[in-house]
């Protein structure tokens, strides 16, 4: 009986500090920012925002990603009633390009050491090598030593130094750094960023993180608040089905390779009407692929040429051309998967090996495979019941109203609108049944 009270007592101590324990979410983006990473995260500030958690902890390790998944997420960020904390971890993880904006973005900011930050270049900029001169600063005449950016390159440059200096001066860090890091694709170390105020604190690990935040005041949404995270509790979120199917077919390699599967599908499917299973896989495919193409950055003219491409190359099969048809669209096809995505940030291109894989398959796909279906359509029939009509046989009664002939060494019913004797040779005009309607072709008897 002393046990049970002791036990009971026990229960009533403990139970109300472990329901007064803070709770927060955990989320971890790794790899290229994109649609996939920002439905994750929308999803998970939205489930943050309801249950009141006491914050989010964002962990970070991306080279960079799509600008307007990016903005989209800092968005989300700065709307967000809960604390955001993004923590670049662990040992040798980066917060580059996109990652650097989402950094500057977030309630707190911190680093693991061997961690870095930095090189927030405009991605299509950044390839040209020219730096766009500061605001103010015209090129000298006749200045042929120093190469500069053209009008757009620059307006892109200062878009994206006023964007990221505004996330900087809203949360009190290092303004004239983080313009550097996007006009000189300037990159800092955790150690130096945090020397230089660009990030708030640096953790080995998640405990040491946490203990460092407890107590730190945070602005949310223009009011002051204290961060609870002594015996913080984190909960891990996954990304559901629903994200991983997201971010399977926004990878543009398996976008590109729906595509073009929906588009041979369909085709097969217009060659052979009733096959069914070419059409329904090649219209999932084909609303997949176009779903893909929404959230991504396509390049429409690409996409058209591919279209035209393998519309030539089936025009080929169709039309024999000599190959000029097959040929142009081979070009076609290359150049518009080429130019199909209008972006160059890492992970969101497609793969050279993948686009030649494909040219090479679907010339020799429609030029040669396609050209012997339609070839071999156009032969005559040479079996079944088709092919009686035309041919010949041999009578072996009186024809007239009825008889018998020999066709293709088959006994069959027939009947003649002439006269036919006995052994002449006859021709089949017409079939009724098992009943074959001939006319003579000789007059022997």
């Known amino acids: 009986m002393r046990h049970r009270l002791l036990y009971s007592l026990l229960l009533l101590l403990v139970l109300p500090l472990a329901e007064a324990a803070p709770h927060g979410l955990r989320l971890d983006v790794e ?3 994109g649609p996939a990473t920002l439905d994750y995260i929308h999803r998970a500030l939205d489930r943050a925002a309801e249950s009141r958690e006491e914050l989010v902890l964002l962990r970070l390790d991306t080279p960079g990603g799509l600008d307007s998944s990016m903005r989209d997420i800092i968005k989300d960020i700065l709307a967000s009633p809960v604390p955001v904390v993004a923590y670049v971890h662990p040992n040798g993880a980066r917060a580059a390009s996109a990652g650097t904006y989402i950094l500057y973005a977030a309630h707190v900011a911190a680093m693991t050491p061997a ?7 405009p991605v299509q900029i950044a390839p040209t090598g020219i730096a766009p001169e500061p605001p103010g600063q015209e090129p000298e005449q006749g200045d042929k030593k120093q190469p500069r950016g053209s009008a757009m390159e620059r307006k892109m440059v200062n878009d994206a130094v006023a ?9 009190g860090r290092n303004a004239d750094w983080a313009e550097k890091a996007v006009r000189e694709a300037a990159s800092l170390p955790a150690e130096e960023a945090l020397k230089e105020n660009v990030i708030d604190l640096m953790a080995a690990d998640v405990d040491e993180l946490l203990t460092k935040l407890h107590g730190r005041p945070v602005q949310i949404m223009g009011e002051e608040r204290k961060l609870d995270t002594a015996g913080m509790v984190l909960e891990t979120v996954e990304p559901d089905w629903r994200n991983r199917l997201l971010a399977t077919i926004t990878d543009p390699n398996i976008a590109y390779i729906l595509m073009l599967i929906g588009v041979y599908g ?7 009407p009733g096959s069914i299973l070419p059409g329904v896989v090649g219209a999932i495919c084909l609303l997949l692929a176009l779903f893909a193409f929404q959230v991504l ?5 690409g996409l058209a040429l591919i279209l035209l491409g393998v519309a030539l190359m089936v025009a080929e099969a169709f039309v024999p051309s000599f190959g000029a048809l097959g040929i142009g669209g081979v070009v076609a096809f290359v150049i518009g998967s080429v130019m199909l995505l209008d972006t160059d940030v890492p992970g969101f291109t497609i793969a050279w090996p993948l686009i030649g894989a494909f040219a090479l398959t679907s010339a020799l796909l429609f030029m040669v495979v396609l050209g012997m279906v339609f070839k071999a359509r156009q032969r005559p029939v040479v079996s079944g019941a088709e092919e009686l009509i035309g041919a010949s046989g041999e009578a072996l009664d009186e024809l007239g109203d009825g008889g018998t002939v020999r066709v293709h060494s088959e006994l069959w019913r027939a009947r003649s609108a002439v006269p036919v ?6 021709r089949v005009t017409g079939r009724d049944g098992l009943t074959l309607t001939v006319e003579p072709t000789d007059q022997g008897g």
């Open 31 to 33: 790899g290229p920012i």
């Open 115 to 121: 961690t870095n930050l930095g090189a927030a270049t």
């Open 163 to 171: 964007y990221i200096r505004g996330l900087a001066t809203l949360r």
């Open 266 to 272: 369909l085709i097969f499917e217009f060659a052979n």
């Open 297 to 301: 950055p396509v390049n429409y003219a």
């Open 421 to 426: 004797h006995r052994g002449q040779r006859v």
